[in-house]
């Protein structure tokens, strides 16, 4: 394998990456109000549609998932770029549909929203672990695995260790003190950097190969495109570029991206992953208005049309260029070629860096691939401290101290920096073993079409009641669960050996099982809320979308009942009592979250719980001319994916001569 030498000029790149993302941070959390929840759990509601928009890209393209994009070109073809362009009209749903509803329920986190909506604590506490479980052991551990495969094909004698360790404390060291407010500004930096050097590395591309349309000459199974070791076993051709390469969406039947599997099949996880997923729907609760909100959604959306051209072909043309390493066959020469006996389209863009550009350049990409990495983990840092303080810490405390609040986010964050170093070896010592990683990734899709389901009847259906939706989710995760252990129990077969799984696990079928999972968990939340008691009108206040915008108090008649939805959000910091502190008092206060005066809290009172909701119904508020211009925009978004879809997969493929 090449070796990556780096130049001055690459140092010259890591280090003006490296300065101008710490200067950022330390602007922005001089500026942010990380002192209060609502400050450092929601950036004060002051966040624009350009923060919102470049958050939501680069909390959804880490390093791992441009690994998978461009290795997913060079295996399947422009069907890898079909969960990207799916993305398209479900940011519109979250936009349209669920973050009018989040924004007017006053909620910091989705498991919080499920509390309000039904009351009770079990679904809570149920989802947060759900959505811990996903954070902690299956995006941190596949973000750092891609790490390690960019890192040790570029530096095969580096030790990984400090690097990554490195990378992990310059994300805490503004992750911790700033707050989301913190995370969002520097992913609007990340985003850039992003896009411009994969865009960068795309010119450089398809000038190599001579554009995309004789990219489409050129792949065919001829002596240059097809691995030197290729084979035809049981009918089955390995090595060989695919016939379907450039078509999206395949038959229904025979292929590997079949339209009505993954338009149907796939749909609910991009629910889930848009619309009920802490680490992307927190970005938009911190808009400044619902406009703001659908804005950055709008934003997002002309963003997610670009990894198709600046990843997924790429990734194909390095299928193209270099097909006895991307395209081996055999276990051995793949494991001579990338160390990985299981393939090797995990280097598809790292080796494009590598063959492509010029010394000097090479330290640009770099840092491409680590504000990837960066911005993902900022976004689950965040994300998973949230979780952790709001439902947990605030769940198990309601009278919990402002001070006391900000202080066990931060203390989440620097535990979850810590659980980062412990996967550290099982990453390091697992490269070569994707089917490992890659059965780790599947589970966050076992537990998502139940998830989506729950949320979505949440929203829309007001009959759906607290039973109901329990019950439905246990069992959507009951047969998730079941789905994850029989796919890693029959693995898939290797290119040209008979698949013996049972029908319902071969790979055209899998999409099917995640949208059987999702009606049979719709069905039961229908049925057994239809057969219990309806829920209380209270809780359906501003919780569904058709009361978002119903005025009124969400307090029960129950005094008691009252007083926990009242202290839900624990005390109000009023009647400041000021107090002078020693220089090290006020510093070790400053880090701690701490206020710089002892705050002598004083119970909410029936009209300042009132006042609150009706502040969160005004940013719900948008003006005429916003509304038309965004619901333009809507529009355009929709008739982009139609069309992407349409002239990637319906129209034939044209054969060039």
């Known amino acids: ?16 990456y490296v300065g101008i993302l710490l200067l950022i941070a330390i602007i922005s959390v001089c500026k942010s109000n990380g002192r209060t929840t609502e400050g450092y759990f929601l950036g004060d509601h002051k966040l624009s549609w350009i923060g919102i928009g470049a958050s939501l890209f680069a909390s959804s393209m880490g390093i791992e998932r441009i690994i998978t994009l461009a290795g997913g070109g060079a295996t399947t073809g422009l069907a890898a770029g079909a969960t990207e362009v799916l993305a398209l009209p479900f940011l519109l749903v979250l936009g349209w549909v669920f973050a009018p509803v989040y924004i007017a329920s006053s909620v910091f986190t989705l498991p919080q929203y499920i509390h309000r909506r039904f009351g009770g604590q079990r679904m809570r506490i149920l989802l947060v672990i759900i959505y811990l479980v996903l954070y902690i052991g299956v995006r941190v551990s596949v973000n750092l695995y891609a790490c390690s495969i960019v ?39 990340q985003t850039i950097v992003v896009i411009g050097g994969s865009a960068f590395l795309a010119v450089y ?39 379907s390469t450039f078509k999206m969406l395949r038959e229904a039947g025979g292929s590997d991206m079949p339209w009505a599997a993954f338009l149907f099949g796939y749909s609910s996880n991009a629910l889930w992953l848009w619309c009920a997923d802490q680490l992307l729907v927190q970005k938009t609760l911190s808009a400044r208005s619902l406009s703001h909100a659908q804005g950055g959604c709008i934003l997002a959306g002309y963003l997610k049309i670009l990894p198709l051209f600046l990843i997924v072909i790429p990734g194909i043309i390095s299928r193209a260029l270099y097909s006895n390493v991307i395209g081996c066959a055999t276990a051995e020469q793949c494991l001579a070629m990338c160390g990985n006996p299981h393939g090797c389209s995990d280097i598809a863009y790292p080796k494009l860096m590598l063959g492509l550009l010029p010394k000097g350049l090479h330290g640009l990409l770099f840092t491409v691939m680590l504000a990837a990495a960066m911005g993902d983990l900022s976004s689950i840092f965040n994300s998973a401290s949230t979780l952790i303080t709001v439902d ?12 006391w609040t900000i202080a066990s986010a931060r203390i989440s964050t620097i535990l979850m920096l810590v ?30 079409p139940s998830i989506a389901a729950v949320f979505l009847l949440a929203i829309i259906w007001p009959r759906a009641n607290e039973k109901g939706s329990f019950c439905a989710l246990l069992v959507g995760i009951i047969l998730g669960i079941a789905h994850i252990v ?114 002598t809290p004083e119970r909410r009172s029936r009209n300042s719980a009132v006042n609150s909701d009706m502040n969160y119904r005004s940013l719900l508020e948008q003006r005429s001319c916003m509304k038309v211009f965004l619901n333009i925009n809507f529009v355009i978004i929709l008739l982009v994916a139609i069309g992407m879809f349409s002239y990637f997969s319906i129209l034939d493929f044209i054969e060039m001569y």
């Open 392 to 403: 947990i810490t605030g769940g198990l405390n309601n009278h919990l101290k402002n001070r």
């Open 151 to 189: 890192l040790q094909y570029f530096f095969p004698d580096w030790v990984i260790y400090p690097v990554i360790i490195g990378m992990l404390v310059l994300v805490a060291l503004y992750t911790v003190p700033g707050g989301l407010r913190t995370v969002i500004h520097t992913q609007i930096f």
């Open 486 to 599: 029989c796919n890693i129990i029959f693995t898939e077969p290797a290119c040209g050996d008979q698949d013996e799984r049972p029908m319902l696990l071969i790979k055209d079928n899998n999409f099917y099982v995640t949208l059987i999972i999702f009606a049979v968990t719709v069905i039961v939340d229908v049925v057994i809320s239809l057969c219990t008691d309806e829920p209380e009108n209270v809780m359906l206040l501003r919780t569904t979308y058709w009361s978002r915008h119903n005025v009124g108090s969400r307090i029960r008649k129950s005094q008691h009942v009252a007083n926990k939805f009242l202290l839900e959000e624990g005390y109000d910091s009023v009647g400041d009592s000021w107090l002078y502190k020693s220089k090290w008092s006020r510093y070790y206060d400053n880090c701690c979250g701490y206020r710089s005066y002892v705050v």
């Open 419 to 448: 659980v980062c170093f412990a996967w550290l070896p099982a990453v390091h010592y697992g490269v070569g073993l994707s089917d490992l990683f890659t059965s780790i990734l599947k589970v966050q899709f076992g537990f998502a």
């Open 205 to 243: 591309a398809y000038i190599e190969v001579g554009g995309y349309a004789n990219l489409q000459k050129r792949y065919r199974p001829t002596v240059t495109m097809i691995s030197n070791d290729s084979y035809v076993r049981n009918g089955e051709q390995c090595g060989y570029p695919k016939e």
């Open 1 to 16: 394998m090449e070796e990556l030498t780096l130049i001055v000029w690459d140092y010259v790149a890591l280090g003006n």
